[in-house]
């Protein structure tokens, strides 16, 4: 009977080794199929999620425009005003030398011939009336203005200017020392033979330039 049973034990010890040989092989499928499917997976959401392929489909980036340069004053309307007080003070026959000084541009510096200008017999009687201003930066300015004496119209050689110096809009160095050539007796400050620190109307200032060189507008 031992012997009788022995191919049929065979015979399903076979079977046995079959199933499992593809139970085992299935398995080995599966574990081969999701260690590629997770990396497949793991590279399309990095792809995905990844900053820099977002900003590269994405709009590009735009930088910032650089800060416009100042060509005005903050309030251009008040600093007219403050300009064209300036002036007025400047000719006001009635301003004394102190008066005077405060409205030029280093006017403490260059007292004297402020006052030998407006006490000479032909610069005592300049007037001035401002027309225009114009901002060539928020410091500087050109001042149109007409010039007469005794009611008749001069040359005033050119725009006069001025400058932001001390808080305060002041007339400009130069424009005073042009205005020497319409007294009698009222010399140039030593101070008008350096290069202005207001930019000379229609002109760039140069590094090179001469100080012995006359501002412009003197007509020296």
């Not at 006052?115 to 401002?130: C, Q």
Request: aromatic content about 4%; hydrophobic content about 35%.
């Amino acid at each position: 009977m031992t012997c009788a049973n022995l191919p049929a034990r065979h015979g399903a010890w076979a079977v046995a080794l079959a199933v499992t040989a593809l139970v085992l092989t299935g398995a080995c499928d599966d574990n081969d199929g999701g260690g590629d499917g997770g990396a497949a997976r793991t590279a399309r959401s990095s792809a995905a999620g990844s900053p820099g392929a977002t900003t590269a489909g994405g709009s590009p980036s735009v930088s910032a425009s650089p800060a416009p340069t100042a060509t005005a004053p903050p309030d251009p309307r008040q600093a007219e005003q403050d300009i064209r007080q300036a002036w007025a003070v400047l000719f006001d026959p009635k301003s004394s030398l102190e008066q005077r000084s405060e409205v030029v541009e280093d006017g403490d510096e260059n007292a004297l011939m402020i006052d030998n200008l407006f006490r000479d017999p032909s610069g005592s009687k300049l007037r001035a009336e401002v027309t225009s201003v114009s901002y060539t930066s928020d410091v500087h300015a050109d001042v149109a203005y007409d010039l007469t004496r005794e009611g008749r119209r001069l040359d005033p050689g050119g725009p006069g200017a001025a400058v932001l110096q001390d808080g305060g809009w002041k007339v400009a160095l130069r424009t005073v020392c042009a205005l020497t050539r319409h007294a009698e007796d009222a010399p140039e400050a030593p101070s008008c033979a350096v290069p202005p620190s207001s930019p000379v109307p229609g002109s760039v200032s140069s590094p090179a330039s001469s100080p012995a060189s006359s501002p412009a507008g003197t007509g020296r």
